[in-house]
């Protein structure tokens, strides 16, 4: 029994040493990425759109987030300073009640900046699905990650896997006492993150028809993700072709279409009677030049 007991001892120190260094090596890799980070908004590079990763605004309690405070304005900073000149918030939208994207844009208009510069990513239910689908559906192969010092190591570890060209500026830390919850999770979640890489080769949840960032798209429907961006209404002339394929309406078209070329022919007509009128008035005034002054004002239109 002892033997035993003895041998199980020795197994569970061998997986504890094991996990402490997966932990570790997890740690110092994904720590490695910092190099692409920046603290001065001024030594940041420009990229056209920075992604900000999404939080709640608020904490179980009630109280305010800090991490969500911090983000949103390390995001207006960028743009303010012209580092950026959109920007990509992406997070969870799991219910009507609980949605980061939307939290974050409007703190970003509060902000100052113009609605029409932000783009929304409702389905960034992960880090590693915000980043791919920044790529994949937003189109953007290079950007700047807004988040904390050690939520962007993780981001652009993630993203320079799949090739993307990313670099993070650091969203100010919350204090110690307020964050440690969050720095434990994320010791775990560096580990994930390399199992999740490459051990079990997982993407993003969803995917999706492309969106340009820039570029004006069709108005959708409310209930439609993304309704929210920046659109354009559908030419009525699209609308008007697709919905006349009747006879009655052609015949509508056509009566319609003589009558203008009925008016554009009357007004040709009166154009060219015009021109005559005044043709003939100018050759009665050469005429009668010789004659009569009186005569040639007479005959003037």
Not at 107 to 122: E, H, R, T
Request: net charge positive.
């Amino acid at each position: 029994m002892k033997k035993f007991a003895k041998i199980l001892l020795a197994c569970l120190c061998l997986l504890l040493a094991s996990a402490i260094a997966l932990l570790g090596y997890s740690e110092w890799t994904v720590s490695d990425a910092r190099h692409y980070t920046y603290d001065d908004v001024n030594a940041v590079p420009y990229n056209r759109v920075a992604l900000v990763l999404g939080t709640s605004k608020y904490l179980i309690g009630g109280s305010p987030n800090h991490y969500f405070k911090y983000r949103i304005k390390a995001a207006a900073e960028l743009y303010n300073n012209g580092k950026v000149d959109y920007i990509l918030v992406s997070g969870d939208n799991a219910t009507v009640q609980y949605n980061e994207p939307r939290q974050m844009r409007r703190a970003l208009i509060q902000a100052g900046i113009p609605a029409s510069a932000i783009y929304s990513d409702y389905a960034g239910f992960r880090t590693l699905d915000s980043i791919v689908r920044a790529k994949e559906v937003f189109g953007q192969a290079q950007f700047t990650v807004v988040s904390q010092a050690f939520h962007n190591e993780r981001a652009i570890f993630i993203a320079r896997h799949f090739g993307i060209d990313a670099v993070g500026f650091n969203a100010l830390d919350p204090s110690a006492y307020q964050g440690i919850r969050t720095r434990v999770r994320e010791v775990f979640a560096r580990l994930m993150g390399l199992l999740d890489l490459y051990v079990l080769d997982k993407g993003p949840k969803f995917l999706g028809e492309p969106i340009v960032i820039g570029g004006p798209i069709p108005c959708q429907a409310l209930s439609t993700l993304g309704a929210s961006q920046p659109c354009l209404p559908i030419p009525a002339k699209t609308t008007a072709a697709k919905a006349a394929p009747s006879k009655p309406l052609d015949k509508a078209v056509g009566v319609a279409s003589a009558a203008v070329a009925t008016s554009a022919a009357t007004v040709t007509s009166s154009a060219a009677a015009t021109a005559t009128t005044e043709a003939s008035a100018v050759a009665a005034t050469d005429a009668d030049k010789a004659t009569s002054a009186a005569t040639a004002t007479h005959a003037a239109p």
